[in-house]
Structures are given as structure tokens and as C-alpha cells.
């Protein structure tokens, strides 16, 4: 089981760049294939980015070439990089991890809010 807390979330300006730690405790970190999914107001909870347990990434088309994903499987850690941020990014991030089994885990969330 992994437990996840996400942080770095705020408000910032059309343009500007913030990034998202996720920490994650527990057991077999390097195992999981981790994520960022976002919700908005009103609307579902959608892909942001993935990154596999061999690091391969996948991104939502609305965020390729701004936003990048990594992860430090030595601090347990999932970043979320995001550049050029819009006020349609505006919204509530998650973390997610899927275990080998294809359990999945969430955090509680960090607001991001675009907005001049």
C-alpha cells in the first residue's frame, strides 16, 4: 500500500510555471506507475500525465511541450513541471499510483489556479 501527498499547488499568473511534488510513503515506490490527473469545476477528472515504472511518459495532448513529469524513485518523489501555465489549467491535481496488480492509489489533492 502507498500513502501520497501532493504539494506546490497556488495561484500564478497566464505564463508562468509551477511545480508539483508528490511524496509518496510506503513500500516499493519503483514498482508503481505514477500520475497526475486534474480536475476542474464542473468537469471529470482527466489525464494530465503519466510516467511508468521504467520511466517511459505520456502526456494529454493539451499539455505536451509545456508540462513534464519525472520521478526520483530513490526520494519517492513524482514532479509535476508545468511552464506557460493557461487559466484553463486551472484545477484541483492528484497524484495516482497503479501497483503491479493494477491497484490504485490517490492523493488529496493541490489546487492550481491560472489567473491574472
Known amino acids: 500500500q502507498v500513502q501520497l501527498v501532493e504539494s506546490g499547488g497556488g495561484l500564478v499568473q497566464p505564463g508562468g510555471s509551477l511545480r508539483l511534488t508528490c511524496v509518496a510513503s510506503?513500500?516499493?515506490?519503483?514498482?508503481?506507475?505514477m500520475g497526475w490527473y486534474r480536475q476542474a469545476p464542473g468537469k471529470q477528472r482527466e489525464l494530465v500525465a503519466v510516467?511508468?515504472?521504467?520511466?517511459?511518459?505520456n502526456y494529454a495532448d493539451s499539455v505536451k511541450g509545456r508540462f513534464t513529469i519525472s520521478r526520483d524513485n530513490a526520494k519517492n518523489t513524482n514532479d509535476l513541471q508545468m511552464h506557460s501555465l493557461k487559466p484553463e489549467d486551472t484545477a484541483v491535481y492528484y497524484c495516482n499510483a497503479v501497483s503491479q496488480f493494477s491497484r490504485a492509489y490517490w492523493g488529496q489533492g493541490t489546487q492550481v489556479t491560472v489567473s491574472s
Open positions: 510506503g513500500s516499493s515506490f519503483s514498482t508503481y506507475s
Open positions: 510516467i511508468t515504472r521504467v520511466g517511459s511518459t
